[in-house]
């Protein structure tokens, strides 16, 4: 296995001075996967050519002659296909992931797009700096975490990933290359932000980190029964910096909508900033389709739940199991076997958020389906910065289910349409299975994003929702 950790030069590398290889560090290994270039959900499925960058200026060079479309990836973390291009050519960016300047003074780093969050926190935790939003898992790209408009446990305090990236460079495939911010290119910055890589390539991009003194945070976790005892600890927790529950969704009677509230904040210790471990622990297999059923599932959560003897459980965690547990072991998707798996992720706003979780809770208990992985949070009120970004105000729920194409389908189908009538909408970044009448009326300025989208450039999943076919 090749190792995650990126060797950090001296001083900080510029494009010209790196040879031009693919980048030999963890996104080779754990990233791009096998060929070809998969999603993390393994649905769908498509052939594509993968055209891979290593300097900032191989797009649009790299595709002189090509006649068929392409769409800029990362490390494949969607699950959906955001990130796929069927028979297209797929500009894989995990090659550019040099660091470019840091400044210690505000927290600035700048770097190409291809940089995993996992490169980053190697770079900036020694240095005393975090990311400022950080997802479920450490090895997205810089340019995936801004094309998805990536949210994290602090949502409620901190926003979106894009609201701490002061700029960024976008490459359209006429070769023009704009500097985007929220004063200059400002439309582009905009669209740009959660635009699913569809407005350009992101060549590099500035981020303000956030200073810490210690890797470990002052954790909690209590246990709830039901929406009421979730949205009292969610009131609570305003002033925590980080939340999130898990939640039991086989579950029902007396059981209904039991969790796991978690909370922290970086503790104010001094400690050690050491690196971290790199990951050892690999998947090793697909599992055979049934190992995940409702049976497992359920004895999974009851498990899980009961875990933790006491209703309150005070600890210091560090930042590894608080933020990326699943991280832990590679290629953890290949539990769901080899047809994959599906997540669904709706923001249900205030006025009927607790109603339209509660009757989706109960329209996956009534399914059989029973979802292994069940994230339950409260978004907060930070304006996004991104024309289609995904979060607003409200309760998010994301649910994993293995594909059982006869029952999953039929259930995504009736629970895409609960959120429609509930006022939510489902996040792109997750999503295989919304069809286009669900995606226009989720995200109604679907057309007016498309004035910036660039010729060149399409997916899967754009050409599933609007029909649009590139216009090349
Ligand atoms: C275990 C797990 C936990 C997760 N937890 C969260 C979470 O808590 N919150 C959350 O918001 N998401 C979460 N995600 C989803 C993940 O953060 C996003 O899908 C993220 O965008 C993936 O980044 P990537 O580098 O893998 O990009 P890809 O999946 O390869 O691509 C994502 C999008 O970015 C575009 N893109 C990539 N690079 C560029 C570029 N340089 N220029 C322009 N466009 C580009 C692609 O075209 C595509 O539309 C999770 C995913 C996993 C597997």
Redesign the pocket.
Known sequence: MVSHTIGYPERMPTATENPPKRNTTASSELVAGPAPFE??GRYPTYGAKILPLHWQGDFPAITTGIHDSA?????????GD??LLKDGNLLL?TGMNRLIAFDAETGLLTAE??ITLAQMLDFAVPRGFFLPVS???KY??L???I??D???KNHHSAGTFGRHITEFELVRSDGSRLLCSPTENSEFYAATIGG??LT???NWATLRLKPIVSRMIDYESIQFHGIDEFLDLTDQSKDIEYTVSWIDCASTGKNFARGIFMQGDHSMRRDDLKLSPKPKLVFPFDAPGFALNHTTVSLFNAAFFHKQIHKRVVSLLDYEPFFYP?DKILHWNRMYGTRGLLQFQYVIPWDNAKEGTIAILHEVAKSGLASFLAVLKAFGDVPSPGMMSFPKPGITLALDFPIKPDKSFPLFGRLADMTREFGGRLYP??DAAMTAPQFQSFYPQWEQFAHYRDPMLT?SFWERVTGDKPGI
């Open positions: 999603s993390w769409l800029p990836v990362g490390m494949g973390r969607s699950y955001v990130c960016t797009a291809g997802p479920g898992t997205v790209t340019g995936g975490a094309a998805n990536i949210h994290g699913l890589g350009g390539l992101i699943l970044a997750k997916s």
